[in-house]
């Protein structure tokens, strides 16, 4: 079987989309992060990654260096995420699922008003920002169409005063100058294509993790302010057919 899937693996040319070629990590990072609960056996992983051709000893070195970076955790024989990546798991999953509400015409609107921040928590809002699919319209003012539901985290309330209000102009336009939709969009319908011809299962594993990073860059707007033909919804409904039947076919080597 593995020298099956090595070969097949070569066929499955994606070198136009710069995707990463499968490693051990990549393999046990994405099998625990598409995972409930996110954490296995190491025998379980080990026969993942022999059906996509990783070496039993490649796995557990990948295995020990995950634990020493503080990706994993270690306890009686199985591994599981750390809380930074539940953190991101958990955001993989909204991408996925988001939770919106009827739309009516307002905006998020965060100003920084906090005095002299130091770079670390300069750098935590940002990421804050991008994690709440918020977009900086200039240097200290974030916005969005107010459609989504989620919690904001402490950092935004600390360093910013929030508002609500609606452009007076045009606002797809607005939604546009904010994000490349366009160029989510073409990505998007590429990733969709290469699912479509992925002729083995590492070749469908590599283009799955692209599309769950894409998703996570999905700007979730309300449809009056996307382009005509957008793809976000094809590729969630792509993927969680793609999911079902990955899973099926990792149930033997994750049960057995």
């Known amino acids: 079987m593995d020298h099956d899937i090595r070969d097949a693996s070569v066929r499955d040319d994606f070198g136009h989309l710069g995707l990463p070629p499968l490693t051990a990590r990549s393999v046990v990072l994405s099998t625990l992060l598409g995972h409930h609960p996110p954490r296995l056996p190491a025998r379980a992983l080990v026969r993942v990654g022999e059906l996509f051709g990783t070496a039993e000893g490649t796995v557990r070195v990948a295995l020990s260096r995950m634990v020493a970076a503080g990706d994993l955790q270690q306890q009686e024989g199985a591994y599981g995420l750390t809380a930074r990546l539940l953190e991101r798991q958990a955001r993989q999953d909204e991408s996925r699922s988001p939770r919106t509400r009827a739309w009516d015409g307002g905006w998020e609107i965060a100003v920084v008003t906090a005095e002299a921040r130091p770079a670390a928590e300069r750098t935590a809002l940002r990421q804050a920002m991008t994690e709440l699919r918020m977009a900086e319209l200039r240097e200290g003012t974030w916005l969005r169409p107010a459609n989504l539901q989620r919690t904001r985290p402490a950092v935004v309330g600390r360093q910013c005063t929030l508002l609500t209000g609606a452009p007076d102009g045009d606002p797809a336009a ?75 076919v990792l149930r033997q080597y994750v049960t057995n």
């Open 174 to 248: 607005l939604a546009r100058g904010l994000w490349d939709l366009d160029g989510w969009a073409a990505r998007a319908r590429a990733l969709l294509a290469a699912l479509s011809r992925a002729g083995s299962p590492a070749g469908r594993f590599t283009v799955s993790a692209a599309v769950l990073r894409h998703l996570l860059a999905d700007p979730l707007l309300p449809d009056a302010l996307l382009p005509a033909g957008w793809p976000g919804a094809e590729l969630r409904r792509r993927y969680d057919a793609f999911e079902a039947e990955l899973r099926d």
